[in-house]
């Protein structure tokens, strides 16, 4: 938290987290009443970080319509570790069906869904900006995508109540994504001036655009 506040001030974390609210609020609009159009998709994909390049190829590959009732079936009631396996299998287990179905679930229903980008937990190389925030015996992965994401769940709802008990959380339900940006930010910095040079680290963007850019937001504009 300290080093996150030698970045960045509590000001600036707020603007940014006013920026979530306004793509949660475009993402209501686009999932919330049923299979959403190809155009509704690529128009969320493109507030993804990493996803924005990739997704009309996506959508080719498994077909529009397929993957507009797999979002719909996404997000209707039921166990969300099913729901969010069903997704991931039905887009042929592509890489990036975790980080858009994290995406879909939180910013359309972020009071009941959490955030779960490959930033925050990557199961593959055991790293993020939850790894950084738990203790080191809090088991992250599960069997299943679907399982890992309850898991990071738990993570979140952890870090919440750490964030409480010092004060520091920020505005929910989007607070903690900022902070939680932020953190990975600090971890990215660490690295590249454990292992770039000096020239190469100062194109890396100061903190406040790279928390905007890791949650989809940069140049959102309300």
Not at 68 to 95: E, M, T
Not at 109 to 133: F, I, K, Q, S
Not at 137 to 154: I, W
Not at 164 to 186: E, H, K, M, S, T
């Amino acid at each position: 938290m300290q080093q996150v506040l030698q970045k960045i001030s509590v000001e600036e974390m707020d603007a940014i987290t006013s920026t979530v609210e306004v793509k949660a609020d475009r993402f209501r609009a686009m999932y919330s009443d049923g299979p959403p159009s190809r155009d509704a998709m690529e128009a969320g994909m493109s507030m993804m970080f990493g996803v924005r390049r990739k997704g009309g190829d996506l959508l080719d590959v498994v077909g529009a319509d397929r993957f507009c009732g797999l979002v719909a079936d996404l997000l209707a009631p039921g166990p969300v570790a099913a729901r969010f396996d069903a997704f991931v299998a039905g887009v042929d287990g592509h890489d990036l069906a975790p980080e858009i179905a994290g995406e879909l679930l939180h910013f359309t229903d972020p009071e009941e869904h959490w955030l779960w980008r490959g930033w925050m937990w990557d199961p593959r190389t055991e790293t993020g900006a939850l790894r950084l925030v738990t203790m080191d015996d809090f088991d992250l992965s599960g069997a299943t995508p679907g399982e890992t994401y309850v898991r990071v769940g738990q993570a979140m709802a952890f870090v919440t109540e750490t964030g409480r008990a010092i004060g520091f959380v920020g505005r929910p339900p989007f607070g903690l994504d900022v902070f939680l940006a932020c953190v990975y930010g600090i971890y990215m910095y660490t690295v590249l001036r454990m292992r770039m040079t000096q020239e190469f680290n100062h194109v890396v963007p100061q903190l406040p655009e790279l928390a905007r850019r890791l949650l989809g937001v940069h140049r959102l504009e309300a």
